[in-house]
T-cell receptor
Framework: GQNIDQPTEMTATEGAIVQINCTYQ??????LFWYQQHAGEAPTFLSY????GLEEKGRFSSFLSRSKGYSYLLLKELQMKDSASYLC???????????FGTGTLLAVQP | GAVVSQHPSWVICKSGTSVKIECRSL??????MFWYRQFPKQSLMLMAT?????????EQGVEKDKFLINHASLTLSTLTVTSAHPEDSSFYIC????????????FGPGTRLLVL
């Protein structure tokens, strides 16, 4: 089976930096995605990591350690519009099916 | 970029009726489409994987006779919720992958279903 864990909720201050962690246990791991989802909307793609290391994309960065089954999403210079759920998802096997974690609801406060 | 649409965005129906939801890839050919369901304050749960011209592959616990999936072309997949009941009320989201970047799924805007 597979297990993907994220903190349920986090709170951070506008302008600050926040790190959202994701741990996973799964066989046949291919890669790990991060998605952002605002309430009532579909997820939007943020990042995709296949190899170990840090991928930086503007204010958002994502890190992966395959040996540790661990990833994090780093959000810098937080803005109020960053308040959303952040979903960690892994793909495994030949089908590229996405298996989602529980999601982390981030609240950015003034 | 890759755009996926869903129709309708909202649907309210009576218990016992059937509801069809369409998922279209607008500017690319989707090799595979996926259907997810999301209950309030929960994450997305994969229901089935659908490839054009072949039968859908359902996840464990998803009734294939209740959730009928048709993938007639490379740009259209439909999900029909048959004999809907209040417990089927949920947010249904489709996604699609294209031929080039098959690992990245592009999500539709979702369809909110309320069964009375």
């Amino acid at each position: 089976g597979q297990n993907i864990d994220q903190p349920t909720e986090m709170t951070a201050t506008e302008g600050a930096i926040v790190q959202i962690n994701c741990t996973y246990q799964t066989s046949g791991f291919n890669g790990l995605f991060w998605y952002q989802q605002h309430a009532g909307e579909a997820p939007t793609f943020l990042s995709y990591n296949v190899l170990d290391g840090l991928e930086e994309k503007g204010r958002f960065s994502s890190f992966l350690s395959r040996s540790k089954g661990y990833s994090y999403l780093l959000l810098k210079e937080l803005q109020m519009k960053d308040s959303a759920s952040y979903l960690c998802a892994v793909t495994r096997g030949a089908t590229n099916k996405l298996i989602f974690g529980t999601g982390t609801l981030l609240a950015v406060q003034p | 970029g890759a755009v996926v649409s869903q129709h309708p965005s909202w649907v309210i129906c009576k218990s016992g009726t059937s509801v069809k939801i369409e998922c279209r890839s607008l500017d690319f050919q989707a090799t595979t489409m996926f259907w997810y369901r999301q209950f309030p304050k929960q994450s997305l749960m994969l229901m089935a994987t659908s490839n054009e011209g072949s039968k859908a592959t359902y996840e464990q616990g998803v009734e294939k006779d209740k959730f009928l999936i048709n993938h007639a072309s490379l740009t259209l997949s439909t999900l029909t919720v048959t004999s809907a009941h209040p417990e089927d009320s949920s947010f249904y989201i489709c996604s699609a992958t294209d031929r080039v970047a098959q690992e990245t799924q592009y999500f539709g805007p979702g369809t909110r279903l309320l069964v009375l």
